[in-house]
């Protein structure tokens, strides 16, 4: 069996939701970047990790609730796109002192 990539990708449910599930329902791949910068792992070094897919939806969203918040959640597998050349990558950096 081969390996899947999967993203859980939960949304607020708002005006800019309803053109993304319109674009879901066309096909349409969509590439999701996290972009997160941490405190201090020592002696002043900050760490940020940068991970970018492409991706498609994988199954039918559906609707929560997330404290008072309404939010739909989204399944996507990650694929292959050509013109990129992966399906994914990720970069970890840090800046400052020496660990």
């Known amino acids: 069996k081969d ?3 999967e993203v859980d990708l ?3 449910d708002d005006t800019p939701l ?3 599930l319109s674009d879901f329902a066309a096909g349409t791949r969509h590439f999701i970047r996290v972009d997160a ?3 201090h792992i020592a002696n002043g ?3 940020n990790v940068q991970w970018d897919v492409a991706c498609q939806v994988s199954a039918a969203y559906t609707y929560g609730k997330e404290g ?3 939010v739909a959640k989204i399944k996507m597998q990650a694929e292959h796109d050509g ?3 992966r399906a994914t990558q990720a970069k970890c950096t840090t800046v400052g002192g020496t660990l």
């Open 10 to 12: 939960t949304i607020g």
């Open 45 to 47: 070094v900050v760490g």
């Open 83 to 85: 013109p990129w050349g």
């Open 3 to 5: 390996p899947k990539l």
């Open 37 to 39: 910068t941490g405190n």
């Open 68 to 70: 008072e918040a309404r």
């Open 18 to 20: 309803v053109t993304l």
